[in-house]
């Protein structure tokens, strides 16, 4: 079979126009010299967990930010790097396929190219699996030819991909010895490049030569924090997502008779929901996240969601489009409890059959009352990340269900007097992980993949490739890099976040801010898109014309730029200093003294462990 | 809720982009004069039941085809209609919505202005249910400028859609006097087009100067026979199917772990599924019709399906992509039989519950064989057509389930040794139903909406409009129209066609020609698409750039222009008669003799009642 990777493929009349779009490159990445400038010593976002976090890492903890700069640029303590000896670098795919993730490969290998035609890349065949047994693929120019641009994995393929237990480890790092690897680069998610990290330490720990760079792929939108603005493949799935709700919705406009319940692939964090609601403003979403906050039980949220139903029907809309994150289930505090019990039989070893008279007495009742189908899907065995095979248990179908039973009985009481309820199911997610990328996919995971390169010719190790200032256009995007430990924390408890993550460091998929400015846009349209019918068709995903540059909805809206405003931040502590040079007098000092002193008080009390934020 | 069709309502970029776009004109339907060429009478499709046919519709059975020509066009006996009094035209939506139907409207209404300002077009709220209760919206291009090329049928709404029962026929009768309308035009399938010719007949009988005009419009792409090329819709929902089946493929080969049984739209016809395989090359798709052809069981099919899945797992491949078209279901024999049944006791009004005890005992023996949640779904009560509600019975995730069990039992046997099988199962339908059309289905739509208005001032009753040549570029469409009636046929017996079609005249759901073309490709590359993986992603529906302007496959391959060819026979006739003029030798005109003396008995007997092809 791996015999099939890489070959030459027929490819459609679209997918050869896209195989011959080049990215363009932003100026800090362009040219044969590697510029880097350091920040400061970065600590890690979990206060409370730092030292934990440095315990683990005593050898990759800590390390400054670094940025690529343009030739041009006139910053004094840069890094030039003009001597590229060839280099071997191996690079694997890592969890769920991601479009645009080809385009790493591709990126990396003309960086590798560009500053030494000696260099090599090799990709691992099959993902993990074929790191540990050194299944490679030499890159090449003839055997990208047909995967530019262009969906899915299947240059490579991926399997169940953890890297992470001591034999796993020792396989990868015994494949980076025999093969001799100058670096190591992993694709994937938050669960891949926490085991990057892990990677990192116990290489250097090794004192093997191989640095590991991790990539924000996924398309969950999960991986995301203080350095990484967006994840490849997130743009192109919301995009394709989109695009069928909002067919949904004119679908559900034209026969008014349907509601249709639609649940999405984005495992625990809502953002793909959030965001495809923000494209084509569907009646109704609800957000794990605000489950979670608001504590609502399935009855809770089978009651809302019936509320509007009949508020609807008073209008004489017998018609809606309704949206689920495929993470609601385990949102939903009774749920979890129960799912929490049956993954402890699991991992016991409990079979299937079992399992149900092990259960406690009130998991059982829930368990009993639930329908079959889903008693059947919350038995599953757990995914390789140790918790809840989330695409394969049909919430919407149960929420349906109980909506539907719910308006029967309201019908039959005469509290609810319209026509009858009819729902149609529907789950997203499949369809659109294998899209061909959308433009900004394209661009920006080949741009990462020049970063990668230059994270290696920096030296640096246990590094994530970062670009931000991504909502703006491609010249202005800044390219740098961010040791993965500063993205950690260490949760000692927590909802369904599977056993092994808790009390370990680990890089955690970011949920869906309540107080952000991304979720405030919802808040503020949720009635009206609940009543009004505002339904928007961002249309299919385009690749010439209107639309081909767009970005998702949330990108726009965010608070970005972290790092730049760390600069900001920094020139304004350089423009006290000038101020307060000696010889200024007596009344700035004591004007500056009082309002630093002040300054550094309210800080220190808000950044002390227990107003950790995480 | 009526007061809400038409409203203008905020559009996406893409949406308002699109709504600027402006279809062209063949050049025969340019300028303010109407020329109308007819044809000779036509006959019906169905030779042994042309009697029939003419006797149920004594005023429009025999009608002759018309052609609308070009102003610097070269034929003697063209009709000029330069006088364009103004009139009032109805417009209504029946069926399914399907991309594209807005653009009849607004294609009609361009038609109606440019021919006299003061001329009236009303469209029906709510489909048939508003022409019965006569609630009309007057098209403004203030109501039209959010709707065009946009997809669904919102702008008017539609219902259950069928124009049949005498009080139903009465009803839209009293519409058409009481808003004095000279045309009434209906947009829709087959099911539609036969109501429309009904109310033609019914208009023509009782007096009402009301013309009837029906328009191909239906994503199932099969109202198709010698005048009909394809359906409005068709296009786009073949499209973004294919789009989201490419994408399953990509996504099938990057993880190598589960087989995409994917359910499409479509009726009981197969050609979705068939465009949708040549556009995308999935490994396996099973058409109804060669299943009925075959008299394949489900046994066999399960058969099939396995084989195909351990002759895969030979070569080490354990993923796939198997389409099914929704009708399948009904194409299956011993299913058939059992769903005739289970719909006679439905149309005797037996409740769900009884029915299971009321079948014929080896009716009773599958449907208990069957797992529950198909045998829930078998008992659905009846679409409108009176045919089985065939997006609502999961077929393929009862062969999922099928050969899951099958698979496990040959692995425990020994006889198939890979590894486990897993399906996920999908429906397309829904999602494409809403989409945006394709630029062809939005030119063709806007064309056969002025070709309405040709029909109209031409005084044709009971016609459709056509466009013939569809695969050539919009320049050279050749525009006209043929009576519904010549595209009827009788069927004394049938399968599944839904008791009330059996033994009446009506317009019948072309299927798949087992012989034809179109077929004939999938059949020399099935083997090809089973075993090598030669998946082909067309991309998303695109409106600038590559791609755009693509059209289907199957109407590449198929043979068309079947009016064009008559022309053709007529010139050949016409040339005989030429050379065998009086003064010709008698050599000369003995061979013609001969000649054409065996060309007319062969022709006879091939069209002869035993010999029908229906």
Redesign the interface.
């Given at each position: 079979?791996e015999s099939?990777y890489g070959l030459p493929?027929?490819?459609?009349?679209?997918?050869h126009?896209?195989s011959l779009y080049k990215p363009q490159l932003p100026p800090c990445l362009e040219g044969t010299t590697v510029r880097v400038e350091f920040g400061d010593a970065t600590t890690a976002v979990d206060v409370s967990g730092a030292s934990a976090i440095s315990q683990s890492f005593p050898h990759t903890y800590g390390q400054p930010l670094a940025h690529f700069l343009r030739a041009t640029s006139n910053v004094p303590d840069v890094q030039v790097i003009t001597e590229h000896p060839a280099i071997r670098v191996g690079l694997v795919f890592c969890g769920r396929?991601s479009p645009g993730g080809h385009n790493v490969v591709w990126g990396l290998h003309e960086a590798l190219k560009i500053h030494n035609s000696k260099s090599t890349l090799l990709g691992f065949l099959?993902g993990s699996e074929g790191l540990f047994a050194q299944k490679t693929l030499e890159i090449t120019d003839d055997v990208l030819a047909t995967y530019r641009n262009?969906?899915?994995?299947?240059l490579l393929?991926?399997?169940k991909d953890q890297i992470r237990t001591q034999e796993q480890v020792n396989a990868a790092l015994a494949a980076s010895k025999a093969l001799k690897l100058d670096g190591l680069v992993i694709v994937g998610g938050v669960t891949s490049n926490t085991d990057a990290a892990h990677l990192a330490e116990t290489f250097s720990q090794a004192k093997c030569s191989t640095k590991v760079v991790g990539v924000p792929v996924t398309l969950n939108g999960d991986l995301k924090n203080q350095f990484v603005e967006a994840n490849v493949g997130f743009d192109t799935v919301c995009k394709?997502d989109s695009?069928?709700i909002?067919?949904?919705?004119?679908?559900?406009?034209?026969?008014?008779k349907?509601y249709?319940f639609v649940r999405l692939m984005g495992q625990k964090a809502s953002h793909l929901a959030l965001e495809c609601t923000l494209?084509s403003h569907p009646n109704m979403v609800i957000l794990g996240e605000e489950v979670v906050a608001s504590k609502l039980t399935i009855f809770d949220i089978t009651k809302q969601i019936c509320d509007a139903v009949q508020a609807r029907a008073e209008?004489?809309?017998y018609h809606g489009v309704i949206l689920l994150p495929e993470g609601l289930i385990e949102s939903i505090p009774e749920v979890n409890a129960l799912l929490q019990e049956i993954h402890r039989f699991l991992r016991q070893g409990s079979s299937k059959d079992k399992i149900p008279s092990q259960l406690s007495p009130w998991a059982s009742a829930l368990f009993q009352f639930l329908p079959p189908?889903i008693r059947e899907e919350l038995l599953l065995y757990l995914a390789s990340d140790d918790s809840a095979q989330l695409s394969q248990i049909e919430t919407e179908k149960l929420l349906a269900v109980l909506v539907e039973a719910e308006m029967s009985k309201r019908l039959k009481e005469g509290t609810y007097k319209g026509k009858k309820f009819t729902a149609?199911c529907?789950f997203?997610g499949?369809?659109?992980?294998?899209?061909?990328p959308s433009k900004f996919d394209c661009d920006y995971a080949y741009v990462l993949g020049h970063i990668c390169y230059h994270i290696l010719a920096a030296g640096l190790n246990g590094y994530m490739a970062t670009v931000t200032n991504l909502k703006d256009s491609l010249n202005k995007w800044r390219c740098g890099a961010a040791p993965i430990t500063a993205m950690m924390a260490v949760k000692e408890y927590g909802r369904a976040s599977g056993s092994m993550t808790i009390g370990k460091p680990v890089v955690h998929p970011a949920t869906v801010d309540l107080r952000g400015k991304v979720y405030e846009v919802l808040k503020q349209n949720a009635t009206k898109f609940l009543m009004e019918?505002?339904?928007?068709?961002?249309?299919?995903?385009?690749?010439?014309?209107?639309?081909?540059d767009?970005r998702t909805v949330s990108l726009h809206i965010q608070d970005l730029d972290y790092m730049g405003r760390i600069k900001e931040l920094n020139a304004y502590l350089d423009k006290v200093r000038s101020i307060v040079k000696p010889g200024c007098s007596q009344d700035i000092l004591k004007a500056a003294l009082s309002a630093m002193s002040s300054v550094a008080d309210v800080l220190s009390v808000m950044s002390s462990p227990s107003n950790g934020t995480i």
């Open positions: 079979m099939d493929r027929e490819l459609s009349h679209m997918q126009a896209r396929q099959g262009q969906g899915g994995y299947d393929g991926r399997t394709v695009q069928l909002s067919n949904l919705c004119t679908d559900a406009l034209s026969a008014e349907y249709y494209q209008q004489e809309k189908f149609i529907h997203l499949y369809q659109a992980r294998g899209s061909l019918d505002m339904y928007r068709n961002p249309g299919p995903l385009q690749f010439d014309g209107p639309g081909a767009s």
